[in-house]
């Protein structure tokens, strides 16, 4: 059963605002969201987490509406280097009591010039 | 650089080769996870170590064999491999609890022959 779902690809130009949007409807009352960048044969990257409201730091916001069911990545003003796949993750607490993440498609974004 | 080295970053071997994949980290976490990811697919959860136990083995054939020594390193010991195994090996490593933030090496290229 798929825990969060997000747009598989998305274009946009550089210079522009880029907003993607992840569905988590089944998130658990004490689940994080947590997003990653990841490039071609590379590991994932940290880029931010949230648990509700809004989050800002030096490269992206997280947005979170009230009931969490879903949250919205914003990367301001992208560049061709932020071409890459992006995660959108919530925490599964599995029967050992460890915290992990199921990792689905992410959405491939691809920034134009 | 992110806190975890992934040694080889690539690695050719026959399907009757014995061979391991080495994983240090040096940000004092108390986790550390093995990912599998196959060419356009999702990362795959193989194994989980907490505290140097091994709490999570997601069905991984028993020709993957994982160690944990110690809380900063973690091994993978390959024998008997398929081609279907020929894939992006990513190691990652948490400090538990709160959102369990993972950061990730920059993985082992794999190539079964």
């Known amino acids: 059963l798929a825990k969060t779902t997000q747009p598989i690809s998305m274009d946009s130009y550089e210079g522009q605002e880029v907003n993607i949007t992840c569905s988590h409807n089944?998130?658990?009352?004490?689940?994080?969201i947590t997003w990653y960048q990841q490039f071609p044969s590379q590991g994932p990257r940290f880029i931010i987490q949230?648990?509700?409201t809004k989050v800002t730091n030096e490269v992206a916001s997280l947005f979170i509406p009230a009931d969490r069911k879903s949250s919205t990545l914003s990367l301001p003003r992208v560049s061709l280097s932020d071409t890459a796949v992006y995660y959108c993750?919530?925490?599964?607490?599995?029967?050992?009591?460890?915290?992990?993440?199921?990792f689905g498609t992410g959405t491939r974004l691809k920034v134009l010039a | 650089e992110t806190g975890v080295t992934q040694t080889p970053r690539h690695l050719v071997m026959g399907m009757t080769n014995k061979k391991s994949l080495k994983c240090e980290q040096h940000?004092?976490?108390?986790?550390m996870y093995w990912y599998k990811q196959s060419a356009k697919k999702p990362l795959e959860l193989m194994f989980v170590?907490?505290?140097?136990?091994?709490?999570e083995n997601n069905s991984v054939p028993s020709r993957f064999s994982p160690e944990c020594p110690n809380s900063s390193h973690l091994f993978l010991h390959l024998h008997t491999l398929q081609p279907e195994d020929s894939a992006l090996y990513l190691c990652?490593?948490?400090?538990?609890?709160?959102?369990?933030?993972?950061?990730f090496g920059a993985g082992t290229r794999l190539s079964v022959l």
């Open positions: 990652a490593s948490s400090q538990e609890g709160g959102g369990n933030i993972q950061y």
């Open positions: 089944n998130i658990a009352t004490n689940d994080y």
């Open positions: 949230g648990y509700k």
């Open positions: 993750l919530v925490g599964d607490m599995g029967n050992s009591g460890t915290y992990k993440y199921i």
């Open positions: 940000l004092g976490h108390n986790a």
């Open positions: 170590y907490s505290l140097e136990e091994r709490v």
